[in-house]
């Protein structure tokens, strides 16, 4: 398919941040840190066969009375890049504040389809959602949080159909969700060289995209974008939005101020920054005093 520039234009993160190897660079070496200062941390668990099917847990900094909620965290890359080592750091203020986090990662393309990443992220909420007492967290308090793909991926977890899989589970295994510079219409991708690595078809980037999709239970819906992105991003959350708001899904946009792709994650990290408190709010409004900011 032919590249419309205008659409590279507005979703090509790498050249319109032309720094962003220092930014990769600085996740690592700052992930590489939080590994290191979390001895507790259960690392490379396989929630599956594939090599690429592991996760990263990291338990709450201070031990809570009661188990914590979990925070399941979804890296970015256009679900071709990027890894859960290059992510950990994200887990540092939601762990300090009292919540699990567990960073997943996933098989990149094109070794595999979209809708496989999308399976593997699905096995991967329930390997955890099965193993709740194990890893002492709140099976009835788990939230999922993504950024860029992953921001994409959180949304498709708010739209999957739980018992489909499991007849044990609840109707939505997720009490919330938050994306960062989501994408949940992935037509425009496929006029762009994203998609010489997915494969989308205009079918199956359709199929997969979540403002197609009905969501499954109602929840909290945080879509934050940094102000200084593309208007494209900004578009996205705003028709997200418009998607559902016929659903019992409540969508709240944000902007990140002063922030670009990479700055509105890196918010995550900060207790101070808007994005997170009201990350924190809408877990533990829901979820008890397990923490305090």
């Known amino acids: 398919m032919a590249i419309d520039p205008v659409q590279e234009r507005l979703y090509n993160i790498r050249a319109a941040i032309p720094d962003h190897m220092s930014v990769f660079a600085n996740w690592r070496m700052w992930s590489d840190a ?56 994200a887990a540092r203020a939601l762990c300090d504040a009292g919540c699990s986090v567990a960073v997943l990662n996933y098989t990149l393309c094109p070794a595999i389809t979209l809708e496989g990443i999308v399976d593997e992220i699905q096995r991967a909420s329930l390997w955890l959602w099965h193993r709740a007492e194990d890893l002492l967290f709140a099976r009835d308090h788990m939230y999922v949080a993504g950024h860029s793909a992953g921001g994409h991926l959180a949304a498709m977890m708010v739209c999957t159909p739980w018992k489909a899989f499991n007849a044990q589970a609840p109707e939505q295994v997720f009490k919330g969700a938050l994306s960062i510079s989501g994408i949940f219409d992935l037509s425009p991708l496929t006029k762009t060289t994203i998609n010489d690595n997915v ?16 969501p499954c239970g109602g929840l909290p819906f945080i879509a934050a974008v940094g102000a200084n992105e593309s208007a494209a991003f900004h578009e996205q959350a705003d028709h997200l939005k418009q998607a559902w708001a016929h659903t019992d899904v409540e969508v ?42």
């Open 34 to 89: 939080y590994r290191q200062e979390r001895p507790q941390a259960k690392l490379d668990l396989a929630y599956g066969k594939k090599s690429g099917e592991t996760l990263d847990f990291f338990p709450p900094v201070r031990q809570n009375p009661s188990p914590s909620p979990l925070v399941v965290l979804i890296h970015g890359g256009y679900w071709q890049a990027m890894d859960k080592r290059d992510n950990s750091f």
């Open 252 to 293: 709240r946009y944000m902007r990140i101020p002063n922030s670009h792709h990479f700055q509105a994650f890196e918010a995550l990290a900060n207790m101070n920054s808007d994005i997170f408190k009201a990350f924190y709010e809408l877990a533990f409004r829901r979820s008890g005093p397990h923490g305090k900011l």
């Open 199 to 214: 494969g989308m078809t205009p079918q199956s980037a359709r199929e997969l995209s979540p403002v197609h999709q009905k």
